[in-house]
């Protein structure tokens, strides 16, 4: 089967001719029927040796949807034929956390040479994937796959860290989405589904912020000198309860920092590097939180499947074949992509 592989850092992923995986035991193999691109897909084929834990060569795509089509003989929970979203932080297995369908918090995570499906163990950007087990599966019946794939991680993601700001947000508080890509447009949908607040974005691209509109935003605006203070005017002079940053960077932290509220916080995302200081005093308001949510939990998947199904958020995606990955990759690094894109082999 084909399959694109990260063989060496720092090079191109290529698309490979590999053996058709036959599950064992408890595993279960998935027709793969789309797979979703990630901005943290370029991070990890940028990645530097060393930095991260994975053994090289492994196959990427951690977004994946697809058919149970065989099942080791001790698989339980799943059927051949069911058409399933794989759930990607794969932890131990056997912590409390992992036990509790939450993998994306495994207590042996710095343990383990792998962070999930497409993270250190062959991913789904193939014909087929081996999952180990059926606890990583949630069936997704007649939603179609390419929207299905997406779920897994910019829209489980997208909900985790909604889901823990909001205390912060409150009845009608105001967040800020800043970066509307992958993650961000769905992040804005799921705000606006299971939220009262104000929703304002920001992003240095024109088409990502009718993006933010048309996903629900009240509000968009490019980054510019007087990004801070229009902000802070629209949400109603106070500034923002919770800002969600999908880019990381030293200059989107200053921003997000810049215009929190006493007492509001911030959810750090993105990968983009940057680094922030806590000093007190300092610049920080008084009251600031700060969160770094990673991925989500099963049941938290599984939600989020559900509002997809009943309509409420819906990715904008871009289709590829799987022979278009390093072209696709390509657009990905050059900010080309709207929404998602998602590679069907
Ligand atoms: P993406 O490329 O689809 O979207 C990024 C968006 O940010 C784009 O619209 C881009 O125009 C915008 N942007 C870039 N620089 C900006 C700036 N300075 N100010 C405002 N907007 C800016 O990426 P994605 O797939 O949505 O991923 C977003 C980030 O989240 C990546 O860093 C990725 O690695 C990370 N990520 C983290 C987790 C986690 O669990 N913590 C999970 C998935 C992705
Ligand atoms: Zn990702
Ligand atoms: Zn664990």
Known sequence: ?????????????????????????????????????????????????????????????????????????????????????????????????????????????????????GLGRDGGMAEYLLVPSARHLVP???????????????????????????????????????????????AVQILRATTASRILAVDVREDALALADRSGADFGTLVRADTARVLRTRSGGAGADAVLDFVGTAQ???????????????AVVGSGGGRLTVAKPGVLPPGFRLSLPFWGTRAELAEVVGLARSGAIQVETERFPLSAAPEVIGRLRRGQVRGRAVLVP
């Open 1 to 117: 089967m084909r399959a694109l592989r990260l063989t060496a850092w720092g090079e191109p992923a290529t698309p490979t001719e590999v053996e058709r995986p036959v599950p064992h035991g408890t595993e279960v193999l998935v027709r793969v029927e789309a797979a979703g691109l990630c901005h943290s897909d370029l991070h990890v084929i940028d990645g530097v040796p060393g930095a991260l834990p994975y053994r090289l060569p492994f196959t990427l795509g951690h977004e994946v949807a697809g058919r149970a089509t065989a099942l080791g003989p001790d698989a339980e929970g799943v059927t051949a034929g069911q058409r399933v979203v794989v759930y990607g932080p794969w932890g131990c297995g056997a912590c409390d956390r992992c036990a509790a369908g939450r993998d994306n918090y495994c207590d042996r995570r710095d343990t383990l040479p792998w962070h999930g499906v």
């Open 140 to 186: 997704i019946d007649d939603l179609p796959a390419v929207q299905a794939a997406p779920l897994s991680d910019a829209g489980l993601t997208s909900y985790h860290a909604v889901a823990g700001l909001r205390p912060a947000l409150g009845e009608g508080g105001t967040a800020v989405v800043i970066g509307v890509g992958g993650l961000g447009h769905l």
């Open 252 to 266: 989107t932290l200053e921003l997000a920092t810049g215009i929190l509220r006493p007492g509001g916080e911030l």
